[in-house]
């Protein structure tokens, strides 16, 4: 892959704790296209509920930029570093990317766990998450779970799919 001749790529980049917003308004303000994917969330205090956005990755957020633009976007406050993978700027494939916005714009409540090892490589075919690939495992006999994983940052995103969506081996 070479950075230089101005193509883009989805890096992960590590923000301060927190500042996953902060990071967002600054790129923003760069003209820089990012990605940070958010959940809601019900909060409970002493006193109140609340529904309340939140990073689905702490400390994380995506960018799709050229080497010079993430080069820029590592001179905004909010952002710590890019995370490296071989001693080079790690590249988040497209795909991945993909799957974790159609997963994330259903609205339905998500998971983060650590990667997940075990289950086949599989593309949902029908029902709410069609289109979506991941790796599919079973935490019961009535329950299938789909992980969605961002390997680089060694996390899965997961989600619940209705029994009736047909699931296919890639």
């Known amino acids: 892959m070479e950075q230089n001749n101005g193509n883009k790529y989805w890096f992960a980049l590590y923000t301060k704790p927190r500042h996953e917003f902060k990071a967002e308004q600054q790129l923003k303000a760069c003209g820089i296209e ?3 994917p958010t959940v809601t969330r019900l909060k409970q205090w002493s006193d109140r ?3 309340v956005k939140e990073p689905l990755f702490k400390s994380y957020i995506f960018i799709h930029a050229n080497e010079k633009e993430r080069l820029i976007a590592l001179e905004q406050y909010a952002i710590v570093r890019t995370i490296y993978f071989n001693g080079k700027p790690a590249v988040v494939p497209d795909w991945q990317i993909e799957n ?3 997963m994330l714009e259903k609205n339905v409540e998500v998971f983060v766990r650590d990667a997940i090892k075990v289950g086949s490589r599989v593309k949902i075919v029908s029902g709410p998450f069609a289109g979506i690939e991941g790796v599919v495992y079973k935490t019961t006999n009535q329950e299938q779970m789909l992980a969605v994983t961002i390997d680089l940052l060694r ?3 997961v989600v619940q799919i209705p029994r009736d969506s047909l699931v296919e081996k890639v």
């Open 34 to 36: 990012y990605f940070l």
């Open 100 to 102: 974790l916005r159609k």
């Open 155 to 157: 996390r899965s995103v």
């Open 49 to 51: 509920k609340k529904k």
